[in-house]
């Protein structure tokens, strides 16, 4: 259901984001717009509930794998801070006797529970700080306990208000509703989550001080270093992207999306050849034939999916960039696609590129522009 109720979506946001950049006057420049943000309000209403559903099916397993605890806390951070930024909030990362250690845990999964509720502490928080800490309460020889805190100076939370907290599809109270939008599944969703980890999200708050969400979470510790991905490291060297013409393969069923993702790549690389596949076979076939620098690969295509594809390509060639284009945005999705031989996961629509010229590209897009424009591709 994730993928039939995104894929029209995608082309709904992808769509409206490159009519914007035409020529259009200005009542309708801000129909399009409104257009557009209606349709982001949607899919992450669609993407709550599509979460919320699956947990609550019992469809959801945890999946252990080496995690840095700090990497990941630094990680969450760094994602969220602009957002803090632009309200000229103070965001603390506050790390006590935790190391560099790796623990066996579900690395996407605690990034969830920790992205909601400091998304959360931000939404509520009108000025002054907001802190992430992370403390080790307890250790033996095979696993540690630690304390999970996220804590703001914001609006604070009512006894009144705090009965409806963790009950899906429930705000504070209508008023919060109004001012700061939501569903009130991130929370549900955190909690359920933390359940699943042998723990449980508690509260402190005080109206008008600010909150305090805790919770405290048991590992297994491991030995070793934590690996980025799984895929192939991609050694890129300097390249003259004048010079060189290249190809990019896109693999896609849907022609709405096919169309959009051809958009967005030609304002991207406008100096390269774009191939085409309708299925993950014809995939295979048009890299055999055609030796692509570049590939865009969807997940859910007919005849063979992208991961039969990427699999078959991959046993012929481990060097060759591919990312995955999906419309499903379930969590853990990407880790999938990174140890299916992918170098990185996109979810569609790639609305926001098309916007920027070359030299503005974000990193990982310049890093993916550099793999297709250039000829030497080298393993580290």
Do not use: W
Not at 89 to 99: A, I, S
Not at 136 to 147: H, V
Not at 346 to 359: R, S, Y
Request: proline content about 3%; aromatic content about 6%.
């Amino acid at each position: 259901m994730s993928h039939e109720i995104r894929t029209p979506l995608n082309g709904i946001l992808g769509f409206t984001d490159i009519l914007s950049q035409t020529n259009l006057s200005n009542e309708q420049q801000q129909h399009v717009q409104t257009v557009h943000s209606s349709a982001q309000l949607l899919l992450r209403i669609i993407n709550d509930i599509l979460d919320f559903s699956k947990i609550e099916a019992g469809k959801l397993d945890l999946e252990l794998v080496p995690t840095n605890l700090s990497l990941l806390c630094k990680q969450v951070v760094d994602i969220l801070k602009p957002a803090a930024l632009a309200k000229n909030l103070v965001f603390d990362l506050d790390l006590q006797n935790v190391g560099n250690e790796t623990v066996n845990a579900d690395g996407v999964r605690l990034k969830q529970i920790l992205a909601n509720l400091l998304s959360n502490a931000i939404k509520f928080t009108l000025e002054g700080r907001v802190t992430l800490s992370v403390s080790k309460t307890f250790e033996e020889n095979n696993s540690a306990t630690y304390k999970i805190e996220i804590k703001d100076t914001g609006i604070g939370i009512s006894d009144e208000q705090a009965a409806k907290l963790f009950k899906a599809f429930s705000q504070a109270d209508v008023s919060t509703s109004r001012k700061f939008g939501g569903t009130g599944l991130g929370l549900v969703i955190s909690n359920m989550l933390a359940m699943k980890m042998g723990s449980q999200i508690e509260f402190k708050s005080e109206v008008g001080q600010g909150s305090l969400f805790y919770f405290e979470v048991k590992f297994e510790k491991i030995e070793g270093e934590v690996m980025d991905s799984f895929a192939p490291k991609i050694d890129l060297e300097v390249f003259d992207n004048q010079t060189i013409n290249s190809k990019i393969l896109v693999a896609e069923d849907v022609p709405v999306n096919m169309k959009l993702i051809k958009i967005v790549l030609t304002k991207m690389f406008p100096n390269v050849q774009l191939l085409e596949a309708v299925n993950g076979q014809m995939a295979v076939e048009m890299y055999q034939n055609h030796h692509p620098d570049l590939i865009f690969m969807d997940l859910q295509m007919s005849i063979l999916d992208g991961y039969g594809a990427t699999s078959e390509i991959r046993s012929m060639d481990l060097q060759i960039p591919i990312v995955a284009l999906t419309a499903d945005a379930i969590e853990g999705e990407r880790e999938k696609c990174l140890n299916a031989g992918m170098n990185e996961y996109l979810t569609k629509p790639l609305e926001t590129v098309a916007k920027l010229d070359p030299p503005h590209f974000p990193p990982f897009f310049g890093r993916f522009q550099a793999m297709a424009l250039s000829q030497h591709h080298s393993i580290s």
